[in-house]
């Protein structure tokens, strides 16, 4: 069975940076998009930012510029590198994995910005 644990959650005050971390221990086959969503207390989970195979990356507008997604496709790892954090960025933090056959998730990490 396939599981996603991520790490690199925690409490930042505004500007600061955390980087937060998802690894599939066993691995992913046929794996092709790697992303991060976020959701944020009584708000929809948004797509934050995803990498493609081909290396492709995409971004929401609230975070261009801010944050940065890479990773390792093959090793089924993929990052966020978080910057210039403000206080709307708060919210759980999750990993969604894209095989050719389904989609997987993590159980989420807690990015709470705040002075």
Excluded: H
Aim: charged share 20%.
């Amino acid at each position: 069975q396939v599981q996603l644990v991520e790490s690199g959650g925690g409490l930042v005050q505004p500007g600061g940076s955390l980087r937060l971390s998802c690894v599939a221990p066993g691995g992913v086959l046929n794996l092709n998009v790697m992303a991060w969503y976020r959701q944020a207390p009584g708000k929809r989970r948004e797509l934050v930012a995803s990498l493609t195979r081909s290396g492709v990356s995409d971004y929401a507008d609230s975070v261009k510029g801010r944050f940065t997604i890479s990773g390792d496709i093959n090793k089924s790892t993929v990052y966020l590198q978080m910057d210039s954090l403000k206080p709307e960025d708060t919210g759980v933090y999750y990993c969604n994995y894209e095989s050719t056959t389904r989609l997987y998730w993590g159980r989420g990490t807690q990015v709470t910005v705040s002075s």
